[in-house]
Each structure stands twice: as structure tokens, then as C-alpha cells.
């Protein structure tokens, strides 16, 4: 089966403000749901790891979206992202079942103190155990998140990087001000905080030195002229 790569443009190739509607064999007045067969939809990460998802599930992606609307015979994309990321886009779209409605409102509730996992919870709200559960365990790997909100953001899953830019606005606002610069260190693997990186630590000012005295004769007493540079022939 040839397998169809599709970059993150692809969103912004819809019709211009004024241009007449693109021929489509799924852009009908009755909108795409209404025409479209359900079936098992492909996505491949760039190291080659396939997940099928039904392909309603997986048009919570404006990427997927595009491309099954310009393309009816379209089964499969490919993802520029690992496998491991990948597959926590799938989980996220099968909890979803094609209605990426997740939202996390602001200003953030709670306060500084509380332990940060309760916190997360406190932010995502009530009823929406499933999604912090989910961000917490994959942010535990700062590296993970960033790579996940990279990629939510690269294929528009609304709501996923509605959840990873929440994480790191909670991490930041209610971390304690002494772990601001320690708490989104890449390095970081397991949640836990590692020792602040020595780069980052406050180097000791050097002392002043005290001004050396100087003599009102030295600065009256002519300079000697200097000779001049001897002809060389």
C-alpha cells in the first residue's frame, strides 16, 4: 500500500478568503460526516510504527482532516514523530472518539503549595480524571512533553495541546519560586527534580577593588619624548 506523507502546511492550503470551493468529492452540503464510511484509518510514525484508529477518530487531527477531504481514497498518513509519541496522539484520540472538545480554562485554580500532581488535577476539572491522569504520567518525561506538544501543535489536535500548554503553565505558576529554573530541565525522566545544573546557579560577584592611590606629581611631570624609529636601509 503506498503510504501518504502529508507536512503540517497542508492546514493552512484550504481555500483562500473569495476563491470559489476547491472540487472534492467529500465537500457536500451534507459536511463530511454525513458522506464518510467509517473504516480503519493508518497512521506510521517516522520510525515505522503503524496504529489504526477509526478515521473519525483520527480527523481530530486538522492534518488528517485535510487530507481525507481532498483525497477520498486517502487510508493512511505518516506522522514526522517516534512511535512512543505517537502512540500517546492515538490514546488521546480514542478517549476523544472524534470529539476533541477538551478545554482547560483560565486563570489556572489553586494555589502555590499544593502538591503539584493534586494541582494538575485541580486545573483540569472535575469529570476530567481520564486527561490529567494521561498528561501527568507522559509529563513525568519533560522531554516526552515537549516532543507531544510539538507534535499536537505540527498536526492540530486542538485539545491535546490545549492539555501540554496547561502543563506547563501549572508547572510554572505553582512551582515553588525556588524551582523555577530546575522544573522543565529536560533531563528530567521521571518527574522527580534533579540538582540545579551549575550553569545555572548565581556565580559570586568578584569583590571591587579599592582605587590605587595616585600622585598629583606623577600626573603634572612631563612625558619624555619618544625618539624617532631609526631608518633602516
Not at 483520527?58 to 488528517?64: L, Q
Not at 540538582?195 to 560577584?205: A, I, M
Request: charged share 30%; aromatic share 8%.
Amino acid at each position: 500500500q503506498q503510504q501518504t506523507t502529508v507536512s503540517s502546511e497542508c492546514v493552512g492550503s484550504m481555500d483562500e478568503p473569495g476563491d470559489p470551493p476547491s472540487a472534492s468529492p467529500l465537500r457536500d452540503v451534507k459536511g463530511i460526516d454525513d458522506v464518510l464510511d467509517d473504516f480503519d484509518f493508518v497512521l506510521m510514525s517516522k520510525d515505522k510504527k503503524e496504529f489504526k484508529i477509526n478515521v473519525r477518530w483520527a480527523m481530530i487531527s486538522h492534518v488528517v482532516k485535510v487530507a481525507v477531504e481532498q483525497d477520498s481514497n486517502c487510508r493512511d498518513l505518516q506522522f514526522d514523530t517516534t512511535g512512543d509519541i505517537l502512540h500517546h496522539i492515538i490514546a488521546y484520540m480514542r478517549q476523544c472518539e472524534g470529539k476533541d472538545s477538551f478545554e482547560i480554562k483560565s486563570p489556572l485554580k489553586g494555589e502555590v503549595g499544593i502538591a503539584l500532581p493534586q494541582q494538575w488535577k485541580v486545573v483540569c476539572g472535575s469529570g476530567n480524571e481520564w486527561y490529567a491522569e494521561f498528561m501527568w504520567e507522559i509529563a513525568k518525561n519533560r522531554k516526552n512533553l515537549m516532543l507531544l506538544t510539538k507534535a499536537a501543535d505540527q498536526y492540530a489536535i486542538r485539545g491535546l495541546l490545549n492539555l501540554c500548554t496547561g502543563m506547563y503553565a501549572t508547572f510554572l505558576k505553582f512551582c515553588r519560586f525556588e524551582d523555577l529554573d530546575r522544573i522543565l530541565d529536560p533531563n528530567i525522566k521521571d518527574g522527580k527534580l534533579l540538582p540545579l545544573r551549575e550553569e545555572l546557579k548565581e556565580q559570586p560577584q568578584p569583590e571591587p577593588q579599592p582605587e590605587q592611590p595616585t600622585n598629583d606629581d606623577d600626573q603634572q611631570r612631563p612625558v619624555a619624548a619618544q625618539p624617532p624609529h631609526p631608518i633602516l636601509l
